[in-house]
């Protein structure tokens, strides 16, 4: 049963729809020419009848060699191959005034005299007329010529053809023919050529898709494509095709991350509180272990709630309460809490602040924990150093630049530093966490109509910006 949906390559579909565009436009161009072979031979052949004419009007009234109109008929027009009358042949009157027939180079048939009489009038040229001959009519065309002696007319020169002998062209059809066939077969050649051209690196990403699609990211393509579009295809799907890979490998690890996260702390408390309640410890050490058991409680409970807060950011689940705020009171504040939180003394904070009063919309909540996120990575980053905050402003926003003298994130790391649950290699088995800070912190300031961005990042420091809204003024 014939499929409606029923799928073809993309090689034939386009072929053929070259093809019949091709075709199509062959016929148009055939047609064209072939009116215009027809109707430049016939002007062609009509101009050698007034030459026939012409040229024997001379003969006729040439002194030298002849004695007036009844010496006959010329014998170059008997010498038709010489010019170019393979086509046609037509008939030579030499007729009187009276239109009586001289001569000619055909015999006549009953009642041509008559016929020829009816042609002549005062006017020289070329006429088309209606002849008809044994019950059949037939159009032919006529070019007279007047004979002259003494500036008097003494007869006429009739020149008739055939309207159909006139346009019979076969042999340029078939030229015509030949060159219209010779340009199908080289069109085609070339469409086919270009579509297949165009085919194959498509093929070949789809592929690659179809390996992708099976998990596997190992594939080889092309990167010598001359075409700009087919060029960008190819180079998109594979920096696509590794992105998935990383994002793969990621998800993967992810797994194994959450759960040993969050089964360190939960076997710490575990062990902590079963040795106070063996009695293995007492006293002091028995209430050391407890406070190491609620520390370790806190650390996990600090996971589950990014893990709560990044799912309900996710679906937009948290509201955001807007307040217009000083943007440099909400960077010092901001500093300040982290400070007094971290009791960090070897990473010194620098703080260049605007030197105007500048309001902006935010969240003071929402921009602590960004804050936090962005001071904490840097303390991480670096044993010991200093973050610089520098506060500037454009027409519509304020720019927050953070810049830390840390070693750094890979240019492996930097493109995936926002995925959620991403941990680059520096700090995957260094630092314990989720791998949701950066992502939540992006996702917090654009909730709040803001954005962060990494700017730069090298062995000697890293560079964000958060851009903030400035409040609109009544």
Do not use: C
């Not at 027809?38 to 007034?50: I, S, Y």
């Not at 030499?94 to 009489?117: C, F, H």
């Not at 950011?313 to 909400?330: C, E, G, M, S, Y």
């Not at 492996?412 to 290699?425: C, N, P, S």
Request: aromatic fraction near 8%; charged fraction near 25%; proline fraction near 3%.
């Amino acid at each position: 049963m014939f499929k409606k949906n029923r799928r073809i390559s993309l090689l034939n579909y386009w072929t053929r729809r070259y093809l019949l565009t091709l075709f199509i436009g062959l016929a148009i161009i055939s047609l064209i020419s072939a009116s215009w072979i027809r109707h430049t031979a016939f002007e062609n052949r009509l101009d050698l009848m007034n030459f026939i004419a012409e040229e024997t009007v001379y003969r006729l009234t040439d002194t030298t060699g002849s004695n007036g109109p009844t010496d006959g008929i010329p014998g170059f027009i008997g010498n038709r191959e010489r010019y170019n009358m393979r086509e046609i042949d037509p008939i030579l009157y030499v007729v009187d005034v009276k239109g009586n027939v001289l001569t000619s180079n055909r015999p006549m048939p009953p009642g041509s005299t008559n016929n020829v009489a009816n042609l002549l009038d005062d006017e020289e040229g070329t006429k088309k007329i209606l002849v008809e001959a044994e019950g059949k009519k037939t159009v032919q065309y006529v070019v007279k010529k007047k004979i002259e002696r003494d500036n008097n007319v003494v007869g006429w020169v009739l020149v008739l053809e055939k309207k159909e002998n006139l346009t019979k062209v076969q042999q340029e059809y078939g030229q015509l023919a030949l060159l219209i066939g010779a340009l199908a077969v080289l069109g085609w050649g070339a469409i086919y050529f270009l579509s297949k051209r165009l085919v194959r690196p498509i093929k070949q990403v789809a592929e690659a898709a179809k390996q992708v699609q099976e998990g596997n990211y190992t594939f080889d393509l092309p990167q010598n494509n001359k075409e700009e579009e087919i060029f960008e295809l190819v180079t998109s799907f594979k920096e696509m095709a590794n992105k998935l890979e990383q994002l793969e490998r990621t998800r993967t690890e992810l797994l194994a991350g959450v759960t040993h996260e969050l089964k360190t702390p939960v076997t710490s408390i575990s062990g902590l509180l079963q040795a106070v309640r063996d009695g293995v410890v007492t006293g002091k050490d028995a209430k050391e272990f407890i406070h190491m058991a609620l520390l370790e409680t806190t650390k996990m409970k600090t996971m589950v709630g990014d893990l709560l807060a990044f799912n309900s950011f996710a679906v937009d689940a948290i509201p955001v309460k807007l307040v217009t705020v000083n943007v440099n009171q909400l960077v010092r504040d901001a500093v300040a809490q982290w400070e007094v939180m971290e009791d960090e003394q070897n990473v010194k904070i620098q703080v260049n602040y605007l030197l105007e009063s500048v309001n902006v919309q935010a969240d003071v909540v929402r921009m602590q924990q960004i804050f936090t996120n962005l001071l904490t990575n840097a303390k991480q980053a670096m044993q010991e150093g200093l973050v610089t905050i520098t506060l500037r402003q454009k027409l519509d926003s304020v720019i927050i630049a953070v810049k830390d003298t840390g070693n750094g994130i890979t240019q492996e790391d930097q493109a995936f530093i926002f995925e959620r649950f991403y941990r680059g290699e520096n700090k995957k088995y260094a630092v314990r966490g989720l791998g949701l800070g950066l992502p939540l912190s992006k996702m917090m300031a654009q909730s709040i109509g803001g954005d962060l961005r990494l700017v730069e990042s090298n062995p000697t420091g890293t560079y964000f910006e958060i851009t903030l809204l400035k409040a609109t003024t009544l």
